[in-house]
């Protein structure tokens, strides 16, 4: 590998980190609220699409409707709201190309490290940069006044992979949703998929339209509700509306909806409870026991509920062609698993969707004029910055609505503080944590990607604007409409003294 190279020698206003669903967002935000801004969007894989570009296998789909999931800018036309994985790919594609974004990416440009310099207000970030066309490696720098991450939560290597006792034994074949082999061929087949969570939900009702039997191994159950993949209210919306309006109308329609049923769900943890295994047991009737199997330990919305669009896994439950058991891996067998309860398990191909292994700031490794930042040990400002840290957003979404909501927040303010700063002549905004403040964890999901990275997530405040309200609601008022200049955000001029 060569010595780093300079890409420019001028620093961009703005740098941003991911070309995904929130990173294509967030470089149109700039172009309408910040014009004439010099930005650029560096990408590590060699194409756009973050999530829905990295999952390949059957079936990929959202959980979240696409009026939410959508962009607030660019109304979603097609007629299903629960979206499958290319028709989301495709709309991230037309927001890209149509706004003349996808010539601004750098595909193929890794980001290792990023080193504030408050002399200079500046970042210098270092990039691994691997040729498409030759295979060949290098590194060079970009320097950035603002760095905004939009590089996700979770690892793009592979997911979360645990090993189990006779692997080596099994006859046939394992294989992880995130690395979904182009090659296999499922059709025929006994498909163990082991795992609860979206990703299995999603997965064996695809795969039992053509395997011989699919069987959804859990450790435990999980929530899971039927959810027309159409929306009827959007639909007729559309015939009467422009679309513009139409799409606004339906997005606040389901962000409020949304906000009911999950305020219920918290403040009536076991009437809600009580009627999501009442639903999913008349969707199975006598075909599955769901008490054993759709009743969890947890209250709704401790971990995400899961949607099963047209109620496709239930159809597929009662048809015969997919079951569920809820037991845990003994050990693999040359035919099949071996549960801990005695049962047998014959199986072709093992599917192990157990869980994304979270990470933060896409790995980079953070200096402040020297210092070494550990974002598990930062305070989280607002949702969208770290304590201390200047000049750096990061895009993270909610676990109880869809990701979008508040990446279009977090965009729109980082256009807004972008603005300020250039009127009054500022060139640094940085956070100062107040070491008074009690500190909570980052997001109070039970969920086993979020507990395993416990440690690697930032904290939150008891108080705003420490705080992250999982609320589009309040975020709205918070973020939208807060002032700025709030006392904890520390505006000044580069090379003034903090």
Known sequence: MTEPDTITNTP????????????????????????????????????????????????????????TLGYDFKPWRAAKAIADGPAILQYIRETADEAGITPQIRFGHRVQRADWHSADACWTVTLQHTDAATGAVRTCTQRARFLYLCSGYYSYARGHRPTFDGEADFRGRIVEPQCWPGDLDHAGQRVVVVGSGATAVTLVPELAKTAAQVTMLQRSPTYVVNRPSVDAIAQRLNRWLPAGLAYTLTRWKNVLVGRFYYGLARKRPAQVKQRLVAMAAAELGDSC???????????????RVCVAPDGDLFRQIRAGRAAVVTDTIARFTATGLQLTSGQHLEADTVVLATGLQLNVAGDIAITVDGRAVVPGQTLSYKGMMLGDVPNLALAFGYTNASWTLKADLTAGWVCRLLNHLQRHGQAIAVPRHDPSVPVQPFLSFTSGYVQRAAGLLPQQGTRAPWQVHQSYLADLLAIRFGRLDDGVLQLRRAGATA
């Open 12 to 67: 961009l206003d703005v740098l941003i980190v991911g070309a995904g669903l929130s990173g294509i967002g967030a470089a149109r935000h700039l172009q309408r609220r910040c014009p004439g801004r010099r930005w650029a969007i560096v990408e590590a894989r060699p194409t756009l699409g973050g999530t829905w570009d990295l999952f390949r296998y059957p079936g990929i789909r959202s959980d979240s409707d696409m009026y």
């Open 289 to 303: 026991d769901a008490t054993l199997h759709f009743s969890p330990r947890y209250n709704p919305w401790d971990q």
